[in-house]
């Protein structure tokens, strides 16, 4: 059993020993040890404050590409439907103008046609009278050859002028 058992000196030789190693190593190695470790600390916790640094700039980054986008499409819609309503606007106003043109063109056929009309009425009339002229004086001339016949020509609108 003295070999489980240490010996009082032992002990005492132990403690000095552990006692001088603890002095030795609080003056040369903790402040070096607990330095290293701070700094370690420092720098983990740098990064990890720069990580979230840069989580929220990538939020704020996604943020700004979301609303640029979005804009962007708001813009794109805004540019179609003017397009799409000066497009209508046109059309409506190539329709009006075509319609207007061809009213003003079927105007001026019926003016043309209008007055052609009354220009061949004219020579009709023209015609018909220079016709009934020959025709009278060929009448005339059947009728009134003799002297008898003009006596009563002429009684004849004597009364007439008297009944009216």
Same mark, same amino acid.
């Given at each position: 059993?003295?070999?489980?058992?240490?010996?009082?000196?032992?002990?005492? *030789?132990? @403690?000095?020993?552990?006692?001088?190693?603890?002095l030795?190593?609080?003056? +040369?190695? *903790?402040k070096?040890?607990?330095?290293?470790?701070?700094? &370690?600390? @420092?720098?983990?916790?740098?990064? +990890?404050?720069?990580?979230? =640094?840069?989580?929220?700039?990538? %939020?704020s #980054?996604?943020?700004?590409?979301?609303?640029? +986008?979005?804009? @962007? &499409?708001?813009?794109?819609?805004?540019? +179609?439907?003017?397009?799409?309503?000066a497009? =209508?606007?046109?059309?409506?106003?190539?329709?009006a103008? %075509?319609?207007?043109?061809?009213? /003003?063109?079927?105007?001026? @056929?019926?003016a $043309? $046609?209008?007055?052609?009309?009354? %220009?061949?009425? &004219?020579?009709?009339k023209?015609?018909?009278?220079?016709?009934?002229l020959? $025709?009278?004086? /060929? #009448?005339?001339?059947?009728?009134?050859?003799d002297d008898?016949a003009?006596k009563?020509? %002429?009684?004849?609108? $004597?009364?007439?002028? /008297?009944?009216?």
């Amino acid at each position: 059993m003295d070999l489980l058992t240490p010996g009082p000196g032992l002990i005492i *030789w132990q @403690a000095f020993v552990f006692l001088l190693l603890f002095l030795l190593l609080s003056k +040369l190695a *903790w402040k070096p040890i607990l330095g290293s470790l701070k700094e &370690r600390e @420092a720098s983990i916790q740098q990064a +990890l404050d720069s990580a979230e =640094n840069a989580k929220k700039e990538m %939020a704020s #980054l996604k943020a700004d590409n979301e609303k640029l +986008l979005r804009e @962007a &499409r708001e813009e794109r819609d805004k540019i +179609l439907k003017e397009a799409r309503e000066a497009a =209508n606007r046109m059309h409506d106003q190539a329709q009006a103008d %075509a319609k207007k043109n061809a009213d /003003k063109i079927i105007e001026d @056929a019926k003016a $043309i $046609i209008h007055t052609e009309k009354n %220009a061949a009425l &004219r020579e009709v009339k023209a015609q018909v009278a220079m016709f009934s002229l020959e $025709i009278a004086e /060929k #009448l005339i001339k059947k009728n009134l050859s003799d002297d008898k016949a003009q006596k009563e020509l %002429a009684e004849t609108y $004597i009364k007439e002028l /008297k009944l009216n």
